[in-house]
């Protein structure tokens, strides 16, 4: 499985933005999909994931009601809405396959969790 983010750039406060991640494969549709972030200097963190289906959806407090995570199985592709942004987004953000999903009903929220990983594209938002 290759994961390849792209749509990252610089963006003003306040702007949006929209990152992809498409992925190579036929069974894209039974992986859970996620979004991690990595700042200058901290650890990463999931920002957002949602499952094979896209049914089910989970976001970080920070990014509630800013960020919308989607997929489209047809186009082996997972995006990340981010509107509103805030300086503080300013971030690489690497998308990643759970290829387990299918038989796990649950999203994870670790990293270890996550078996495929792109190469991340660089976010950030000026003030």
């Known amino acids: 499985v290759q994961l390849q983010a792209s749509g990252g750039g610089l963006v003003q406060a306040g702007g949006s933005l929209r990152i992809s991640c498409a992925a190579s494969?036929?069974?894209?549709?039974?992986?859970?999909m996620a979004w991690f972030r990595q700042a200058p200097g901290k650890g990463r963190e999931l920002v957002s994931a949602i499952n094979w289906s896209g049914v089910t959806k989970y976001y970080v407090d920070s990014v509630k009601g800013r960020f919308t995570i989607s997929r489209d199985n047809a186009k082996n592709t997972v995006y990340l809405q981010m509107n509103s942004l805030k300086p503080e987004d300013t971030a690489v953000y690497y998308c990643?396959?759970?290829?387990?999903?299918?038989?796990?009903?649950?999203?994870?929220?670790?990293?270890?969790?996550?078996?495929?990983w792109g190469q991340g594209t660089q976010v950030t938002v000026s003030s």
């Open positions: 990643a396959a759970d290829t387990s999903g299918y038989y796990t009903p649950s999203l994870s929220r670790l990293e270890s969790t996550y078996d495929y």
């Open positions: 494969g036929p069974r894209f549709n039974t992986y859970h």
